[in-house]
């Protein structure tokens, strides 16, 4: 039988709307972005023992563990061959055993950055579940990924991590058990996004559900707290510019903020909040609009998308949750007429800026080099990409 290779990709993702609100029982809407993780599993015959290589670029990891003892630690009859067999574990002891395997096999495991030892863990985690009833891993594997995103700055890194992998699993498991589907189907979907939740747990603890669903199906996903994550019915594509301050944010100290800051001013704080879902379901209804064929008054529906944003960021600047950076791109792209509003937890981390279709492109070139002259990373791309694809 041939060596088998799988390539799969998945995007990043941003908040749109509901940043913090979402806490306080407003809606949140996500949207994938076009800037995307990469892995591609290449099965390599073995001239000694085989071996799992794991090589995350982004990270500066190149580890090899050896294919047996993962198989002898982790896989159990009865084995299969078919990929359907979707077997549940419990959490938290599957990843204790994942921990132990990794503090024995490389005993300075502890040694790794933070980041790096979430990946690991991430990574067997999710191997050792998705192969773990069948017997046909026998030769070297190498689990090479990459990525366009910035890690931990708010645009979905750990959970499009966790869905390209995933998916790469599954797929490179439905090939082996002879099915060379060229797409993922609904029910591949599912999987994939349900087994990237359990990585999200491992690297956030108690994640919403939003960022897994997002980079899996792709678009725009709406949530709110204690509900389920809702794909929205429509598509979109919008242009934007996403700018990095490079200026790491603290998600639970922000958020520890703005639970002290309604403790001392409810009533204000709850205004803040109600209007922050206002502008959340307003622009929810303008992007179904603009994603209708033969929309008609694109430039107002623009216009007014670009008032949400900057609504939306000078309610959460209210908050206490901006930075100057954040002010300072808000500001250079006023100067052009665009909108703009910062993306996640605040504090730091990334602001979008929105381009319409009639955007001049001169206009556009002068404001990112603007931005960049400021030291600003600036990448130029677009809200609702597909979900997680293979690559053929």
Request: charged share 20%; net charge neutral.
């Amino acid at each position: 039988m041939d060596l088998c290779k799988v390539k799969v990709t998945a995007p990043g993702k941003v908040i749109l709307h509901g940043e913090h609100s979402v806490l306080y029982g407003e809606i949140a809407v996500a949207c994938s972005i076009g800037l995307k993780t990469t892995t591609v599993i290449q099965e390599v015959k073995a001239i000694n023992e085989p071996s799992i290589n794991i090589i995350f670029l982004s990270l500066g990891l190149n580890e090899s563990i050896p294919l047996k003892k993962v198989v002898d630690y982790f896989f159990e009859p009865p084995f299969s061959k078919s990929w359907k067999n979707h077997i549940e574990v419990d959490h938290a002891s599957h990843l204790a055993k994942v921990d132990l395997f990794w503090n024995t096999i490389k005993p300075n495991f502890e040694k790794f950055s933070e980041v790096q030892k979430q990946s690991l863990r991430s990574f067997l985690y999710l191997f050792s579940k998705i192969f773990a009833h069948t017997d046909l891993l026998k030769n070297s594997m190498s689990v090479k990924m990459t990525t366009e995103l910035t890690i931990g700055a708010g645009t979905g890194s750990s959970a499009s991590f966790a869905v390209c992998l995933a998916a790469a699993f599954l797929q490179f498991l439905k090939v082996k058990c002879g099915c060379n589907d060229k797409i993922f189907h609904l029910e591949d979907l599912e999987r994939i996004s349900a087994e990237a939740f359990e990585s999200e747990k491992i690297m956030h603890g108690t994640p919403s559900g939003i960022d897994n669903t997002t980079c899996t199906f792709g678009s725009l996903v709406a949530y709110k707290k204690g509900g389920t994550p809702r794909l929205l019915d429509f598509k979109t594509n919008i242009r934007i510019l996403l700018v990095d301050t490079k200026v790491s944010r603290n998600t639970k100290r922000l958020v520890s903020h703005v639970s002290a800051l309604k403790d001392r001013n409810s009533n204000a704080v709850d205004c803040v909040m109600m209007a922050c879902g206002h502008v959340t379901t307003t622009a929810i209804k303008i992007l179904e609009e603009l994603a209708q064929d033969g929309v008609k008054d694109t430039e107002e529906k623009y216009r007014h998308l670009a008032d949400l944003w900057n609504m939306n960021h000078c309610l959460l600047a209210s908050l206490g949750v901006s930075h100057p950076a954040l002010e300072d791109i808000r500001a250079s792209a006023a100067v052009y007429g665009f909108g703009c509003k910062l993306t996640g937890a605040g504090g730091g981390g990334h602001a979008i800026v929105l381009l319409p279709p009639s955007s001049d492109q001169t206009t556009i070139d002068s404001l990112i080099a603007d931005l960049k002259n400021k030291g600003y990373a600036v990448k130029d791309t677009h809200l609702g990409s597909d979900g997680v694809s293979l690559e053929m």
